[in-house]
Nanobody, 124 residues
Framework: QVQLVESGGGSAQTGGSLKLACVGSGITISNHCMGWFRQAPGKEREEVAL????????HYGDSMRGRFTISRDVAKNAVYLEMNSLKPEDTSTYYC?????????????????WGQGTQVTISS
């Protein structure tokens, strides 16, 4: 059974930083495209960052590029999302996801496994 468990969410002020972690069980992340998505109330789930199974390339949503960094630790079977220069519009529930492919599709529909989500709230 595949499980993805996120941690590291919380509150920060505008301009601050947070780092999210996602640990996988029942899955070897180096065999899968891994990603972070987010969804705010009343909005569609959107791509935040993706990392291909071999570790490169990575891909970012337009508003995250230059501020967020996705990385992984194969030994820990974990994927991370470092978020800097946070803005109130980054407030959302962030989800870790895994696809049954080594290459990444750029939409939630290409991902089969999802974590429970972690809340990120940015105050102005």
């Amino acid at each position: 059974q595949v499980q993805l468990v996120e941690s590291g969410g919380g509150s920060a002020q505008t301009g601050g930083s947070l780092k999210l972690a996602c640990v996988g069980s029942g899955i070897t992340i180096s065999n899968h495209c891994m990603g972070w998505f987010r969804q705010a109330p009343g909005k569609e789930r959107e791509e935040v960052a993706l990392i291909w199974a071999r570790g490169v390339p990575t891909h970012y949503g337009d508003s995250m590029r230059g501020r967020f960094t996705i990385s992984r630790d194969v030994a820990k079977n974990a994927v991370y999302l470092e978020m800097n220069s946070l803005k109130p519009e980054d407030t959302s529930t962030y989800y870790c996801a895994a696809a049954d492919h080594v290459v990444c599709g750029l939409a939630p529909k290409f991902f089969e496994y999802w974590g429970q989500g972690t809340q990120v709230t940015i105050s102005s």
